[in-house]
């Protein structure tokens, strides 16, 4: 990306924090071995600070939508409570092969690293943290093979790492496009059909909670499409102070 392009994914900002959509196949922090990250481009993010922002919480590299930074030590500190105490509201929104039967529903299934040598894969553990997730369908279709296709809203209750992931491979119909816990290859395939739709963040105690909504990225439309999806009626845009 060029800063340009980081300055258009913006899509709030106030003295406190600000909401970016971060694009799939971006890692969000840079790995130990290097490489490009979207942490690269907070500089041009600054809006007159004397430092750059920093990430609040974490997206896996192949998800995209709603990241927040907190612009300052007060504001990380805040919003890292906020997240530590499930008071940040998360909706992913995703495509899945098969699907659920029924409309909506949880699923409580405690999670686990899967081993040390597997870095942040996951697997369901009874003696592992407690891990909580909602689901709503919003639409059925079939992809172009002919096999069903299910669009749902996710809730991740708790924060666990690939908790949406693992809990919808483990019910029976991952994620399409995940190469970790689907049936993707593990390069070369579908991307990722995970985005993070919105996030509401009660930042102040003196106004209402701050909701804001990612656009459906480019490799999400056709399936969403077949799904029932009628395209975007209004995007989330910058709400408080102009860029």
Request: charged content about 25%; glycine content about 12%.
């Amino acid at each position: 990306m060029t800063p340009d392009e980081m300055l258009a994914r913006l899509l709030y900002r106030d003295g406190m924090m600000l909401v970016v959509d971060k694009p799939a196949g971006l890692s969000v922090h840079r790995g130990p071995k290097g490489g490009n990250s979207l942490e690269d481009y907070f500089g041009v993010l600054r809006f007159g600070l004397p430092r750059d922002p920093a990430l609040a919480h974490r997206l896996d590299k192949d998800t995209s939508g709603c990241l927040v930074l907190g612009r300052h030590r007060k504001a990380l500190a805040l919003l890292g409570k906020l997240f530590k105490q499930g008071k940040v509201g998360k909706t992913y929104w995703a495509i899945v092969e098969g699907g659920p039967a029924e409309d909506e529903g949880r699923i409580d299934m405690p999670l686990a690293e899967l081993d040390k040598n597997r870095g942040w894969w996951m697997k369901p553990d009874p003696h592992g943290k407690p891990a909580s997730s909602t689901w709503k369908v919003m639409g059925r279709g079939q992809g172009k093979d002919g096999v069903g296709i299910t669009w749902l809203a996710l809730e991740p209750l708790t924060g666990r790492t690939h908790q949406l992931r693992v809990h919808c491979a483990e019910m029976g119909w991952p994620i399409v496009g995940d190469p970790i816990y689907g049936s993707a290859p593990r390069t070369g395939g579908t991307p990722l059909h995970l985005h993070s739709r919105s996030i509401t963040v009660p930042i102040s105690k003196n106004k209402d909670a701050v909701t804001v909504e990612a656009p459906v990225p480019e490799h999400m439309r056709e399936l969403l499409t077949l799904c029932g999806w009628k395209g975007e009626t209004a995007v989330a845009q910058v709400q408080s102070e102009q860029r």
